[in-house]
């Protein structure tokens, strides 16, 4: 049941992000803002 559930959220997390993210400099630039974020914290 919990498999399911993490597959389900996995697919779910998968297809908004390539939908979000239409090219790889998309990516890209997520990642990087991720990244700048993250050091911003610490």
């Known amino acids: 049941m919990a498999r399911k559930i993490v597959i389900a959220i996995t697919a ?4 908004l992000s ?6 790889v400099r998309g990516i890209a630039a997520d990642l990087d803002s991720a990244a700048d974020a993250v050091d911003d914290e610490t």
């Open 12 to 15: 779910g997390v998968l297809a």
């Open 18 to 23: 390539t939908t979000a993210c239409n090219t």
